[in-house]
């Protein structure tokens, strides 16, 4: 970043209006030079100052948007080169290939049971974003055009429109603009005509060139004309070339500055191995190494599901765990003569022990507290769940309100605390639950039985 929060802080109108999302001007300066906060957000700052802070403002990777919809995304904004040193923030979108000779019945057959890969994980819907349209030219199937309009008329997916004949990239844009796809490629022979197709529909662009020298300069000359939107590819195919180019693109803007390269990428799987399996191996290594968009030849869920598992868990803030909220929660429809248990606000473990209660067909009590997202064990080796101050949880959420008995069921894990507990709990009976959350159904049944 050019300049520090102090820095910027000066040169805004210090109102506090509020109406940036956050209540100081001081707090937004901030925001601003980690790169969590555009400068759109401001209403009042000035023409000067605007110009100024440009740069500050801007993360050394620039962001981009892609699509249009419910799948819409954004890549590449990212502030590290290692995801502990902050975080990492736009997740790479997983895209599966189709060839514009397929057939209308094909192509339907094809959106239908990729549409389906949707996957519930703590909380969050995990799916796929994108299509890959190639121009394989002759007059079989569909044809480029039609088959673009179809997926983009038809499907949440978003686009990546790949040709290199300029025409039939115009003529695909006139029919599905309206889905912000990705424009895929310019290259160091039709550079001036895509990008003037690009700067003109105001579309987001992919460069391919045949090493980093050739795509630093195609990404000089596409600036030049006044495209901001770019997405590089360096050509590589083959693993080892392409992890180094991964990682010589990330380096590039963040250590030396080079923001001839600060871009996010695309790449192709798809062209790099025979099968699915192995294009899922090189997409898992891609995930990790800073790809921004990862095309496949296919999507199938033994292969999608863990790439996709992959890329939450990478995407996840490591300084900031996945909770729920404090509070009470029914499984079922409990009543005064429930059974209650209580957990942390680990994402992870609240699904879990949820996901065993319900199944064991129990109404019960879930009583969550707030351990700042640590999972029970860390949580009670960092003084967070411990006797004392899981008895005044439970004095204050108001559980006592909802049930006729005095029964409460520790994680196993945390038997250490039960001493400690009866003493601040001393009209409740402290009962140690299972230690692992797949015994829950058989304990819960067994002591309703």
């Not at 799948?71 to 902050?86: C, D, N, S």
């Not at 045949?210 to 590089?232: A, C």
């Not at 559980?399 to 196993?412: N, S, W």
């Amino acid at each position: 970043m050019g300049l520090t929060g102090i820095q910027i802080f000066k040169l805004l109108p210090k109102t506090n209006c509020g109406e940036c999302g956050v209540p100081t001007c001081l707090a937004f300066a901030m925001n601003l030079a980690s790169g969590k906060a555009e400068l759109d957000a401001c209403p009042y700052v000035s023409d000067e100052a605007r110009e100024k802070l440009a740069e500050a403002s801007a993360p050394p990777i620039r962001p981009v948007a892609i699509g249009a919809g419910p799948r819409a995304f954004k890549i590449g904004g990212e502030l590290v080169l290692f995801r502990h040193e902050k975080t990492f923030y736009n997740p790479p979108g997983i895209a599966a290939l189709v060839s514009s000779d397929i057939d209308a019945d094909a192509l339907d057959q094809k959106l239908k049971a990729w549409n389906a890969y949707q996957y519930e994980r703590v909380g969050l819907n995990l799916r796929p974003e994108l299509v890959a349209l190639k121009d394989v030219g002759g007059n079989n199937g569909m044809g480029f055009v039609e088959a673009a309009k179809k997926i983009a008329g038809e499907s949440e997916f978003c686009l990546v429109l790949m040709t290199e004949d300029v025409g039939n990239m115009k003529a695909a844009v006139e029919a599905c603009a309206f889905k912000r796809p990705l424009l895929y490629a310019a290259t160091k022979d039709n550079a001036d005509d895509m990008g003037s197709l690009a700067k003109e529909s105001g579309l987001p662009l992919a460069i391919k060139a045949n090493g980093i020298d050739e795509l630093i300069e195609l990404s000089d000359k596409l600036t030049g004309m006044g495209l901001k939107d770019l997405v590089l590819d360096s050509g590589a195919r083959e693993m080892k070339q392409l992890f180094e180019d991964q990682v010589a693109i990330r380096r590039a803007p963040l250590k030396a500055g080079i923001r001839s390269l600060g871009f996010p990428t695309i790449t192709f799987p798809c062209e790099m191995a025979s099968n699915l399996d192995m294009e899922t191996v090189i997409a898992a290594m891609l995930v990790a190494k800073y790809a921004g968009i990862i095309v496949l030849s296919d999507f199938k869920g033994e292969s999608l599901f863990p790439l996709l598992l992959e890329r939450l868990n990478i995407y996840t803030d490591p300084q900031r765990p996945m909770t729920v909220t404090e509070g009470i929660y029914e499984i079922g429809t409990p009543d005064e003569n429930s059974p209650v248990l209580i957990t942390t606000n680990f994402s992870l473990t609240y699904f879990i022990v949820s996901g065993e209660i319900e199944s064991s067909r129990v109404p019960s009590w879930l009583l969550i507290m707030d351990t700042e997202g640590l999972s029970v064990m860390t949580a009670w080796a960092a003084g967070k769940f411990v006797g004392d101050a899981v008895g005044m949880f439970v004095k204050k959420c108001g559980i006592a309100d909802k049930i006729k008995h005095r029964k409460l069921i520790i994680p196993g894990y945390a038997a250490a605390i039960s001493g400690d507990l009866e003493e601040e709990l001393p009209d409740w009976e402290i009962i140690i639950g299972p230690r692992d959350a797949s015994l829950i159904p058989k304990f819960l049944r067994e002591m309703v039985g």
